[in-house]
C-alpha cells in the first residue's frame, strides 16, 4: 500500500480547519435570531430595535471583504487568521457583558470585522496549497458546516435562551474559538504574497462604499415600510460607485480587487454570469422556505426545523460522490444538468400544501437538498479550477463579493415578492410563497444555457477528465 501523499494530507486537514471556522461564523450569523426577543426585554427597546445588529453585521462584513486577502498575505496567513480567531472570540465576550443596545452594536461591529477575515482567510489557505486534484474533494469537506449552521442555529439558540440566557448564544463561541486558535496554530502555514504590494486607498473605498450601499439599498427597497423612491437611489449610488470600483480596478496597478481572474472563462461564468443564477436562488429559499413551512403549511418551529435538517442532510449526503459525479460527467454537464434538477426541485416546492404526510414533507426537502448538492460543489470547484497560484488572493475576493451580492439580492428580493404579494397583510398567505419559489425555480433554470456553453475542457485539470484532442484546442 502506497503512503498517503502529504500535499493531500495538509489539505485535508487545512480544509477541516477552513469548515470550522466556517461553522463558527456561519452559526454565530443565525444563533442570535431566537434570541432578540430575551435581548430586547433587557436593554429596554422594541425587538424590532434589534435588527440593526443584522444590520450593521452584514455591513460591517461585506466593507472589510475587500481588504481580506491583501491582509493575509501582507502579515501571514497564519497570523492573520488567529488574530481573527482570537478578536471574533473575544468580541464575543463582550457582546454577550454589555447591558444596552449601543454597545451591543459596538462590540457586533467588532465581532463582524474578526468574522469577515476567518473564512476568506481559510479559504485562501485552502487554494493555495491544495492539489488540483483534491480541490473538489477539500471544497466539499470545508463547505458542508456552512451549510448545516445556519439550520442548527435558530433552534440551539432558543434552547440556550430557554434553558440559560441570552448571553450564552455569543458565549457558546469561547470553546470554539479556542479550539479553532489551536488548530490554526498547528496546522495553517504562514503564507505570504510574493510581492507586498501598497494598500489601495482609493479601491477600498469604492469597493466597500458600493457593497454596503448596493446591500442596504436593497434591504430598503424590500421592506414594506420603506421609502423605496430613497433606497433606489442608494441602490443607484452603489451601482455609481461599484462602475468606478471596477474602472478602477482595470487600471489601478496594485487594486485590492485585481481582476486577473476574469480572464479564465470558467471563472468569469462561476462568478459573474451563471454562477448568480444558482447563487441568488439558494440565498432566497433560505429565507422563504421556513417561513412557507411554519406560516404558510401551519408547521411548528420544530417541525420546520426537522425538514431544513432534512434538506441539508440531502445536500451533505451526496457530497462524499461529487468528485467521482465530477470525474464521470465533466463540470459542463454537472452544472448546466445541475441548474435544472435545482430549478425543478425548487419550483416542486410550490406544491407542498397543508394535507401533504410529514414524512412525505420530509423526503421531498430531502431531495431538494441533494438537487443542489452537486452542481454548487462543482461550482466552487470550477470557480478556482482553471487559475494559476498568484491569481488566487484576487479571485478570492472576487468570488467573496459576488457571494455577498447573491446573498444580498436573492433575500432582498424574495421579501419583495413576498411583500407584493400579502397586499397589505399582516402574513403572506400560501399562494405568495408558491409564487415566490416557482419565481425561484425560473431563475435556476435560467443558468442552464449559460452554463451549457462552457467549454468541455473547462476544469479538466481538477477533473482529471482531459480529451484525447485536448493539446490542439
Known amino acids: 500500500m502506497s503512503a498517503p501523499d502529504p500535499a493531500i494530507r495538509q489539505a485535508r486537514l487545512i480544509a477541516l480547519v477552513t469548515a470550522g471556522v466556517m461553522f463558527m461564523t456561519g452559526l454565530d450569523g443565525t444563533v442570535i435570531v431566537t434570541a432578540l426577543p430575551q435581548m430586547a426585554r433587557d436593554f429596554g427597546v422594541r425587538p424590532t430595535a434589534l435588527s440593526s445588529s443584522i444590520i450593521i453585521y452584514i ?20 497570523r492573520v ?9 473575544l468580541s464575543s465576550i463582550l457582546c454577550g457583558l454589555v447591558g444596552s443596545l449601543t454597545p451591543f452594536l459596538a462590540a457586533r461591529a467588532l465581532q463582524a470585522g474578526f468574522a469577515s ?11 493555495r496549497v491544495t492539489p488540483k486534484r483534491f480541490l473538489v474533494q477539500a471544497l466539499a469537506i470545508s463547505t458542508t458546516p456552512g451549510l448545516i449552521a445556519p439550520v442548527v442555529g435558530p433552534p440551539l439558540g432558543g434552547l440556550i435562551t430557554s434553558f440559560l440566557s441570552w ?19 498547528r496546522l495553517i502555514p504562514q503564507l505570504y504574497a510574493e510581492k507586498k504590494a501598497p494598500f489601495d486607498v482609493a479601491s477600498f473605498v469604492l469597493t466597500a462604499g458600493a457593497l454596503c ?40 496597478e496594485h487594486s485590492l480587487m485585481p481582476l486577473d481572474a476574469l480572464r479564465h472563462e470558467s471563472f468569469f461564468t462561476a462568478t459573474i454570469t451563471a454562477g448568480n443564477f444558482m447563487r441568488v436562488p439558494f440565498n432566497a429559499q433560505g429565507f422563504v422556505l421556513p417561513l412557507m413551512l411554519q406560516i404558510g403549511l401551519g408547521l411548528s418551529p420544530f417541525q420546520a ?44 416546492c410550490a406544491l407542498l400544501d397543508t394535507h401533504t404526510p410529514f414524512v412525505i414533507l420530509l423526503l421531498i426537502l430531502f431531495v431538494v437538498g441533494m438537487a443542489r448538492s452537486i452542481p454548487f460543489t462543482a461550482m466552487m470547484s470550477i470557480s478556482f479550477a482553471d487559475l494559476t497560484e498568484t491569481e ?7 468570488n467573496n463579493l459576488a457571494n455577498a451580492l447573491a446573498s444580498a439580492v436573492g433575500i432582498s428580493l424574495s421579501a419583495l415578492i413576498l ?49 484525447p484532442h485536448a493539446d490542439m484546442v
Open 59 to 78: 455591513l460591517v462584513s461585506a466593507a472589510m471583504l475587500p481588504v481580506s486577502s491583501w491582509i493575509a498575505e501582507r502579515y501571514g496567513t497564519r
Open 81 to 89: 487568521l488567529m488574530i481573527a480567531i482570537a478578536g471574533f472570540t
Open 117 to 127: 477575515l476567518m473564512v476568506p482567510v481559510g479559504n485562501l489557505v485552502l487554494l
Open 167 to 185: 448571553p450564552w448564544v455569543f458565549f457558546i463561541n469561547v470553546p470554539l474559538g479556542l479550539f479553532g486558535l489551536v488548530a490554526a496554530y
Open 213 to 252: 450601499a448596493l446591500i442596504f439599498g436593497l434591504d430598503r427597497l424590500s421592506a414594506i415600510d420603506s421609502d423605496r423612491r430613497l433606497a433606489g437611489i442608494i441602490v443607484l449610488l452603489g451601482l455609481a460607485l461599484a462602475a468606478y470600483a471596477w474602472r478602477h480596478a482595470r487600471t489601478a
Open 305 to 348: 426545523g426537522m425538514l431544513l435538517l432534512a434538506q441539508n442532510a440531502g445536500d451533505v449526503v451526496l457530497k462524499p460522490v461529487a468528485s467521482k459525479a465530477l470525474h464521470r460527467m465533466g463540470f459542463r454537464m454537472a452544472l448546466t444538468s445541475g441548474s435544472v434538477t435545482m430549478g425543478l426541485s425548487l419550483a416542486a
Open 392 to 398: 488566487m488572493g484576487g479571485a478570492n475576493v472576487l
Open 419 to 467: 411583500n407584493l404579494l400579502s397586499s397589505g397583510a399582516a402574513h403572506p398567505d400560501l399562494g405568495a410563497f408558491r409564487i415566490a419559489m416557482l419565481v425561484l425555480g425560473a431563475i435556476a433554470l435560467g443558468g442552464a444555457p449559460l452554463w451549457a456553453r462552457l467549454s468541455d475542457q473547462a476544469g479538466a485539470e481538477v477533473t482529471r477528465r482531459a480529451l
